[in-house]
C-alpha cells in the first residue's frame, strides 16, 4: 500500500479479518436453510432495526452524498425526508403481511395471485437491482481505497470481494445481522470523527464554514418548482418515498429480515429505529460534503491537484499535460464530488485515523453487499432453483444450493463494480438503477395488495404497458433530435415513480373496465 502507514495498513487487515472470523464464528450453527436464510427467527428487534440501519447507510451514503454535496447542495437529503411516510406504511401492512404469508421470499405470493410470471418478473427486477446496488458500492469503496493505497480499483474490488463472500457464505444471515450492527455503530464514528477533523483543520472553524455554505447555496434543498424536468425538491421527495416504499416492501434484503425477528412488533419495531437512526445520519454525511466544499474553497490548491488527477482519468494516456490542464480547468465542482473526500483522507487526516475510517468505509460496503449476496441467493434459490428445476430439494441440498447462488452473486457484484468504473457520480448512477429497475415490481405489489379485482390477465397487461413507460423513460434521451418531442420531459428519478403509478392505474382501470362489461353482459 503506497499511501499508508504501516499503522493504518494494520488496522484495514486486522478488519478484514475479524469479518472472516465472524464469518467462522456462525458458521458452527449455520448447518440448516432456515438458519442461513432466517437466523431461526430469534433476532432481536433492535438487533434487527441496526442491521437494516446499516445497510441503508452504504458506501453510497459514506462516499456518494459528500461528493453530492460538495458538487450541488443538500437537494438529495429529501430522499431521507421521505423515510418516515413509506415507514408508517411499512409497519403497518408490509410487516403484517409478510409474518402472515410465512414464506421467506419477498415474491412467492404474487404467484398466487397473478401467477408464475408476477414471481418471476419480480425476481428478475430484484436480481438486476441487487446488482446495481452491488456494483455501485463495489465502485464506491475502490474509488476510495485507489486514492489511499495506489492499487487498481479493480485490485481492490477483488479483494474485498474474497473477503465479503466469505464471511457472508460461512456464517448466513445471522452473520450478516450482527456484525451489521457492529458495522452500523462503526460508521456512524466514522462519520462523526470526519467531521470533527474538517473543523478542526478549518480556518474560522464552523462559523466560517456555514458562511461559504450559505453563500454558495449549500444548504438549500431544492427548487419548490412543480417541475418535474429537474431535480427538484418534489421530484427527489417523490423517488424517495417511491424507492423507499420499495425498499420495505419489497426488497428481499429489508423482508427477509421481518422472518428474523421473534415477534410481529419486533420486526415493527426494527423498521423505525432504521428511520429514527438513518435521517440523522444522513445528515451528517451532508454536513461532510458542506465542510469539504468549505475546506477546499480555501485550499484552491488541493482542488486544482484533484481536477488534474480526473482529467488525466477520463483524457486517453496518449494525452498531452496541456490537454489534462485544459481539461482541469472545465471541470465543475460535481465532476470531481466523489474524489474530495478521499484525496482529504489521504492528506490531512493524522496516521491510524485514516485505518480506523476506512475501516468504517468497509464496514459500509460490506454490510449492504453481504446483505445483497444473502437475499440474492435466498431468492434465487427459492423463486428460480426449487420452482423450476427442483422443487423437491433436501435441507442440505438447498444449503449447498443456497452457499453457491451466494458466491456467484458476489462475483457477478464484483463484475458490474468493473463496469462502473469511470462513472461520474456514484450516487446519480445509483438512484438512476434503482428507479429503472424497481418501479415496475412496486407497481405490481401494490396493485396485488390494494385491487380485490385485478386477476391474472389485468396485471399482465399492465406490467406490459408499464415496462413499455419504463423503458421510454429510461431510453427516450436516444431518441433523435427531429423526433425530440417524443422524448421523456420527466427527470430520471421519476422514472421509478411514473412506472409504479402506470402500472397500479392500468391494472385499476383495466380491472374496472372488465368489470362493466361483465356486468352489462350479466344485465
Known amino acids: 500500500m503506497n499511501n499508508l502507514p504501516i499503522l493504518d495498513i494494520v488496522i484495514i487487515v486486522l478488519y478484514l479479518l475479524a469479518m472472516v472470523l465472524v464469518g467462522v464464528y456462525f458458521s458452527r450453527k449455520n448447518k440448516s436453510a432456515e438458519q442461513f436464510t432466517k437466523a431461526s427467527g430469534k433476532i432481536p428487534g433492535w438487533a434487527i432495526g441496526l442491521s437494516i440501519y446499516a445497510t441503508f447507510l452504504s ?14 447542495n443538500w437537494n438529495a437529503f429529501v430522499f431521507s425526508i421521505s423515510m418516515p411516510l413509506a415507514a408508517w406504511i411499512a409497519s403497518k401492512y408490509f410487516v403484517p403481511f409478510y409474518r402472515s404469508i410465512g414464506g421467506i421470499s419477498a415474491y412467492s405470493h404474487l404467484e398466487h395471485r397473478f401467477g408464475p410470471w408476477a414471481r418471476t418478473y419480480a425476481v428478475i427486477c430484484f436480481l438486476l437491482t441487487q446488482l446495481a446496488r452491488m456494483g455501485s458500492i463495489f465502485f464506491g469503496i475502490a474509488l476510495s481505497l485507489q486514492a489511499l493505497t495506489g492499487y487498481s480499483m479493480s485490485t481492490v474490488m477483488i479483494v474485498m470481494g474474497i473477503s465479503i463472500i466469505i464471511y457472508t457464505v460461512m456464517g448466513g444471515m ?7 450492527v457492529v458495522q452500523g455503530i462503526i460508521k456512524t464514528l466514522g462519520a462523526l470523527l470526519i467531521i470533527y477533523l474538517i473543523v478542526a483543520d478549518m480556518p474560522g472553524g464552523v462559523s466560517k464554514i456555514i458562511d461559504i455554505g450559505v453563500e454558495n447555496n449549500k444548504f438549500s434543498l431544492g427548487s419548490f418548482s412543480p417541475n418535474l424536468t429537474e431535480s427538484t425538491f418534489w421530484v427527489v421527495l417523490f423517488y424517495g418515498f417511491f424507492i423507499n416504499l420499495n425498499n420495505f416492501g419489497m426488497d428481499q434484503n429489508y423482508v427477509q429480515r421481518y422472518h428474523t425477528a421473534s415477534t410481529e412488533q419486533e420486526a415493527r419495531k426494527s423498521v423505525w429505529l432504521c428511520v429514527w437512526l438513518y435521517v440523522p445520519a444522513s445528515l451528517l454525511f451532508f454536513i461532510i460534503g458542506v465542510c469539504l466544499f468549505a475546506y477546499y474553497q480555501l485550499h484552491p490548491e488541493f482542488t486544482d491537484v484533484i481536477k488534474m488527477q ?20 472545465s471541470l465543475k465542482a460535481s465532476d470531481y464530488g466523489d474524489k474530495v473526500m478521499p484525496h482529504f483522507m489521504v492528506n490531512k ?21 453481504s446483505s445483497g449476496m444473502n437475499a440474492s441467493a ?15 430439494l433436501t435441507d442440505k441440498q438447498n444449503l449447498k444450493s443456497l452457499h453457491v447462488t451466494t458466491v456467484l452473486f458476489g462475483l457477478m457484484g464484483m463484475a458490474t463494480g468493473l463496469a462502473m468504473i469511470g462513472v461520474k457520480s456514484l450516487l446519480d448512477i445509483w438512484w438512476e438503477l434503482s428507479g429503472i429497475f424497481a418501479g415496475g415490481m412496486l407497481g405490481l405489489f401494490l396493485l396485488g395488495m390494494i385491487s380485490k379485482k385485478a386477476k391474472n390477465a389485468e396485471a399482465f397487461t399492465a406490467t406490459i404497458i408499464g415496462i413499455v413507460v419504463i423503458l421510454w423513460m429510461t431510453f427516450s434521451s436516444l431518441i433523435p433530435e427531429k423526433y425530440e418531442f417524443l422524448r421523456s420531459p ?21 380491472s374496472k373496465i372488465k368489470s362493466n362489461k361483465q356486468q352489462a353482459v350479466q344485465a
Open 349 to 369: 487526516i493524522p496516521a491510524g485515523l485514516v485505518g480506523l475510517i476506512v475501516s468504517a468505509i468497509l464496514s459500509a460496503a460490506m454490510s449492504t453487499i
Open 174 to 180: 445471522e452473520a450478516v445481522i450482527w456484525t451489521e
Open 378 to 392: 435466498t431468492v434465487f434459490t427459492v423463486d428460480i432453483y426449487k420452482r423450476y428445476f427442483k422443487p423437491n
Open 490 to 510: 420527466f427527470h430520471k428519478n421519476m422514472i421509478i415513480v411514473v412506472g409504479t403509478l402506470t402500472i397500479f392505474l392500468a391494472g385499476i382501470i383495466i
Open 310 to 329: 480526473v482529467a488525466a482519468e477520463r483524457l486517453p494516456s496518449s494525452a498531452t499535460s496541456t490537454q489534462i490542464a485544459d481539461m482541469a480547468a
Open 59 to 72: 458506501s453510497n451514503t459514506f462516499l456518494g452524498v459528500p461528493g453530492k454535496a460538495f458538487g450541488g
